[in-house]
């Protein structure tokens, strides 16, 4: 069982310092002017450094088109890089995480630290939460969609008009096993580098050409669910147990022309569903996986099935050099306009980020979160209430030959500030304090307050058969609340028994403590 340290003591503010201009000539080829028109009193251009995939320039345009509202005359030059994670598209991420190299991330921070990049633009559920020393991570603009999504093969006119004379691809897998690769994430987490289709089990009822499938719920035992996430992996397995776990890589094109393969043998794929809409292609989600456990007809799954995100998902974040001045004035508000930094987006994120660190999670962890603000609770002056309530289950029933689950267990616990403590420590997000009163032409933006945030998370085995989840909600109302929440929701979780489910995870604990995250 992993050790939970102590809370951090508050930061000191780092040493500041004014990054220098970076040279005319960067190392990286391809760089790409966004922007054009020039600043008469400053004429430096922010140099964004970014990977190199339709995604990743795709979410450099979100943010520049925030910074062209902070600063329309603000020129701007995108540095796309190859990173170590977009050049090896086979092996499975379990097995490059143990190289204890961060994947996306490592090349472009070097070209920070130089100095011939001024930013980093990430999915920031791809930034490790132990970021290099001299580098921070700030979460810009607002969050995306953060639902996991299924995606479906586009079936073959073939198949839609005559689907006995279609050839069936788990078929010509079969033909194609012997002698050849069968890959598929085990229960060790591995798999191996070339996957290959797998045969699925005839159904005494298939689908029916006129109704494809549109749910997981919908297809037949020994389906091929393509994902390269093991905590994708492990909940598919626990909700799903009867369908087959398959490794895919590549960026987001490439998938989709995976699943497009009949050849390749992948009847659906799980996808972060924020990058399938920034990319324009969200009329091939067929599926939301919903944090509350709920399929699209209503059904609800039973307790620890439920399919949470992973930490940071649907938002973008931005690295930026310590004490760097030019660039964190940038992302500031003006004249009572929001910046690029929304706060409940930023609070949340850092809860979530602070879980996973506490729990020495990454990539090679199923750990799942989902984050909602309470809209309805009050601070009324009497006090402010902090609840947390979890839940432990372990082999479902509907494993085959499994044990009956364990009892699940409820625990409660309150803490509560007196009515002067609350008054001055956590004001009602509708009434200004007096000794910091915003200013007065600053229309009232809720994403900009303080309010109750409420964490759901999980920690799942690798094959499923155990989960513990559990929920919290606690007041925050700055950078130092929301990583002491993530903190919290992770002792919660330890305590209720996540502890060995991780330490039962045979890992590099060296890159976990890297803390990369997918």
């Not at 009602?428 to 998370?457: E, K, R, V, W, Y």
Request: with cysteine; charged share 25%; hydrophobic share 30%.
């Amino acid at each position: 069982m992993p050790d939970i340290p102590p809370l951090p003591p508050s930061e000191n503010s780092p040493p500041t310092f004014t990054s220098t201009p970076p040279p005319d000539a960067l190392q990286s080829s391809g760089a790409v002017t966004t922007t054009t028109q020039s600043i008469p009193d400053s004429p430096r251009t922010l140099h964004i450094g970014t990977r190199a995939s339709a995604l990743a320039l795709a979410q450099v345009t979100l943010f520049t088109s925030i910074l062209s509202t902070l600063h329309p005359a603000l020129p701007t030059k995108t540095v796309p890089i190859s990173v170590a994670g977009d050049r090896d598209k086979t092996t499975n991420l379990h097995t490059l995480a143990q190289t204890g190299k961060s994947l996306w991330t490592e090349e472009l921070e070097v070209l920070l630290l130089k100095g011939e990049i001024d930013c980093i633009v990430h999915s920031l559920k791809d930034v490790p939460t132990k970021v290099v020393e001299g580098c921070e991570v700030k979460i810009v603009g607002e969050r995306g969609e953060r639902r996991d999504c299924v995606v479906f093969r586009k079936r073959s006119a073939l198949e839609d008009e005559d689907p006995a004379s279609a050839t069936d691809p788990h078929e010509d897998s079969a033909r194609q096993e012997e002698g050849g690769t069968v890959t598929s994430v085990e229960a060790t987490g591995k798999t191996d580098d070339e996957p290959s289709p797998r045969k699925k089990q005839k159904t005494s009822a298939p689908v029916s050409s006129s109704s494809p499938p549109q749910r997981l719920a919908d297809l037949p035992p020994g389906s091929v669910v393509g994902t390269s996430s093991i905590r994708r992996s492990a909940m598919i397995r626990r909700r799903y147990p009867s369908l087959r776990i398959q490794d895919v890589r590549g960026n987001i094109g490439t998938r989709l022309r995976k699943l497009d393969d009949p050849a390749l043998g992948f009847d659906c794929l799980i996808l972060a569903a924020a990058g399938i809409q920034r990319l324009g292609l969200g009329d091939r989600i067929s599926e939301w996986l919903n944090p509350s456990g709920e399929d699209e007809a209503g059904a609800s799954e039973r307790e620890g099935k439920s399919m949470l995100h992973a930490v940071g998902q649907g938002a973008v974040g931005l690295e930026v050099r310590e004490g760097d001045e030019w660039v964190h004035g940038l992302l500031e508000g003006r004249d009572g306009q929001r910046g690029a930094v929304v706060k409940r987006v930023s609070w949340e994120c850092q809860a979530e980020r602070s879980l996973l660190r506490t729990l020495e999670g990454g990539c090679s962890v199923p750990v799942g979160v989902s984050c909602s603000w309470d809209e309805e609770e009050k601070v009324t002056g009497a006090k402010t209430t902090t609840a947390s309530s979890l839940s432990s289950s372990s082999s479902p029933s509907d494993i085959p030959n499994a044990p009956a689950p364990a009892p699940s267990t409820q625990v409660e616990a309150h803490s509560s500030t007196s009515a002067e403590t609350a008054d001055t420590s956590h004001p009602h997000p509708t009434s200004a304090s007096s000794s910091n009163p915003p200013p007065p032409t600053a229309p009232f933006d809720p994403q900009m307050q303080p309010g109750t945030l409420h964490i759901h998370a999980s920690v799942t085995s690798v094959d499923g058969t155990e989960c513990v989840a559990a929920s919290r909600k606690t007041w925050v109302g700055n950078d130092k609340e929301a990583d002491d929440a993530g903190w919290e929701m992770a002792r919660v979780l330890v305590e209720g028994g996540a502890g060995k489910i991780l330490a039962n995870i045979n890992l590099n604990r060296g890159m976990l403590e890297r803390g990369d995250n997918a």
